[in-house]
Every structure is written in C-alpha cells, then in structure tokens.
Nanobody, 124 residues
C-alpha cells in the first residue's frame, strides 16, 4: 500500500479558498480526495487519473480542482467558492485500476490506501 499524508486543512469563510496537499510514498494510477462529514458516509470528490480523465462529484464540479505533481508524488485539491456544507474531514486515497481498464471510480471501496485526514471547516 501507498503511504499518504494530508496537510493544508483549516478554517475558511464561505466563498473563500483553501488548498490541500497529499504527499504519497509512491504513485498510483487513481489518486483522489474524499470527505466525511459527521454522521455521513465518506464520499468521493475528485479523482486524478494518470492515463484518463479526471473525475469530479457533482457537488464539487466547477468549484474544486484536483492536480498532481508527478515529480514529487504530491496530490492537491484546490477548494474555491466554499460553502458551509463543505465542512468535513478530507482524506486522500490511492489505488490502481483493478482491472477496469483506464478508469478510476469515486467509490470509496475501490481504494486501499488512505491518509489520516485533515479537517476543513467553512464558516458562514
């Protein structure tokens, strides 16, 4: 498994921006961001695909951007136009294609490597 360490969480006012980083011990073809709010299931937000298109959840499409520095094995998530409902613990995750061709999913069960999470709080 890949070791993942997130950083960059914190507090931001609604409408503001924040950037998260995830340092990986190695690269995987599917690397992305999930979040989990209290009392809710962990949801996939944005997945960076080495050989295919980036995938975004509808809830963050147009507001969040995922990118990767391949040389450093660092994954980023840029949060823009934040909303109070974006408040959650944000996790970085990684895995391979698992026989799906060049396709990465937003499903949490398709990822074996996880970071420890970083808290993001969006105030009103």
């Amino acid at each position: 498994q890949v070791q993942l360490v997130e950083s960059g969480g914190g507090s931001v006012q609604a409408g503001g921006s924040l950037s998260l980083s995830c340092e990986a011990s190695a690269s995987e073809n599917c690397m992305g961001w999930f979040r989990q709010a209290p009392g809710k299931e962990r949801e996939g937000l944005a997945i960076f695909n080495t050989y295919g298109p980036t995938t975004y959840a509808d809830s963050v499409k147009g507001r969040f951007t995922v990118s990767k520095d391949n040389a450093k094995n660092v994954l980023y998530l840029h949060l823009n136009s934040t909303k109070p409902e974006d408040t959650a613990v944000y996790y970085c995750a990684a895995d391979g294609y698992r026989g799906r061709g060049y396709y990465c999913t937003l499903g949490r069960n398709d990822y074996a490597s996880w970071g420890q999470g970083t808290q993001v709080t969006v105030g009103t």
